[in-house]
């Protein structure tokens, strides 16, 4: 299958293939989209011009795109409460070798009209990752963003312990825990309950557990749940007592 390089080597300057076959890859019947595998396969002398007039016909196929999709016909956006609290991490320090590819990577997305400059109260940090072939792929930190969730989904901490503690140190390693809490997580958020809004007037309910795991507080109202939190216990407090993680339970419940 053709490569991302090999693809920005076409882009650069006319290129000739003589080894290249084009096959369906799927077809999305409900949007009507069709997606080519393309697989390097020896063609005859004869296939080889053809093909490479096909290319040149196409070529506009493969240009980089120059801005955003156009707009659609509805604008989403989320109207936030006075007063939330806003996600604003610092960027992470990386190394000077690191420098100059993240400036190249902005400014062909600025010229690309990919992104713009703003003054936006969020941030995310980049990371940049490196790739098989030596280059970098500049990736964006969210979980900060996405770890919204866990007030709306009960048990989340403990759920995604196994994910989380791959983010440890020279300690990653997919394993069956890890996909069961991968797979777990996924159905959590697509099917979690429906909360209730809260009504300040009545009696408000915490419910706090701890298991040898983590720790889980419910605050719910007339039997109805308002919010979740949760949170995966460590090694430290993994060894406490039974009632003192009862306890941390509840201190974090309050504090939360």
């Not at 240009?63 to 609290?85: A, C, F, Q």
């Not at 309910?205 to 979740?228: C, H, N, T, Y």
């Amino acid at each position: 299958m053709g490569s991302y390089s090999q693809m920005e080597k076409l882009l650069a300057k006319p290129a000739k293939l003589s080894i290249m076959s084009v096959g369906l890859f799927s077809f999305d019947f409900r949007e009507g989209h069709c997606f080519w595998n393309l697989d390097e396969q020896g063609l005859t002398t004869k296939e080889q011009p053809d093909m490479q007039h096909l290319l040149d016909n196409y070529s506009d196929l493969f240009e980089v795109p120059k801005g955003l999709p156009p707009l659609r016909k509805h604008d989403r956006r989320i109207v936030l409460k006075e007063g939330t609290s806003l996600i604003k991490i610092r960027p992470y320090r990386y190394p000077t070798i690191q420098k100059e590819e993240v400036e190249i990577m902005i400014e062909e997305l600025l010229v690309a009209g990919v992104i713009r400059d703003n003054t936006s109260p969020y941030s995310s940090p980049i990371i940049m990752v490196k790739k098989k072939d030596g280059s970098w792929r500049m990736c964006i930190d969210y979980r900060y963003l996405t770890g919204n969730y866990r007030r709306f989904i009960q048990g989340y901490g403990s759920t995604s312990r196994p994910l989380t503690d791959l983010l440890k140190k020279e300690n990653f390693g997919w394993s069956d825990f890890a996909a069961h809490s991968f797979e777990q997580l996924k159905k959590l958020i697509t099917y979690t309950p429906i909360l209730a809004l809260p009504y300040f007037s009545k009696i408000f309910l915490v419910e706090s557990d701890a298991s040898g795991k983590g720790i889980g507080v419910v605050l719910a109202q007339e039997g109805r749940p308002i919010a979740f939190f949760s949170k995966g216990l460590s090694d430290k407090n993994k060894a406490l007592f039974v009632y003192e993680r009862e306890l941390l339970a509840l201190v974090s419940a309050i504090q939360k």
